[in-house]
Nanobody, 119 residues
């Protein structure tokens, strides 16, 4: 029900925009988030946006990434700028409908999209 896209191979310093489109139900009432998982590492939180568009970021991406949502399109975006090789990972979107706060767990997960940043 969550389909992520927009990944690719870029050089350090370049930008990418990821999209995650939800289908099957509306997610406008809840939180949507991005996580990432690099090879051999645990999944880590990247950013979350609440139903009323408050955004929070991990320290490692703050000031470089921007999360946004378009409820009319049932889609969440992640704009990534000044990319670094350490940003290389599979990026996954997640959603938890019907909540106002930032959730501890998510009910829905996308399949992920690969982002590779070369130096």
């Amino acid at each position: 029900q969550l389909q992520a896209s927009g990944g690719g191979v870029v050089q350090a310093g370049e930008s990418l925009r990821l999209s995650c489109k939800a289908s099957g139900r509306t997610f406008s009432s809840g939180a949507m988030a991005w996580f990432r998982q690099a090879p051999g590492k645990e999944r880590e939180f990247v950013a979350v946006i609440t139903y009323n568009e408050l955004a929070y970021y991990s320290d490692s991406v703050k000031d470089r990434f921007a999360i946004s949502r378009d409820n009319n399109k049932n889609t969440v975006y992640l704009g990534m700028h000044s990319l670094k090789p350490e940003d290389t990972a599979v990026y996954l979107c997640a959603a938890k409908p019907g909540v106002k706060a930032i959730p501890a767990q998510y009910d829905y997960w996308g399949q992920g999209t690969q982002v590779t940043v070369s130096s």
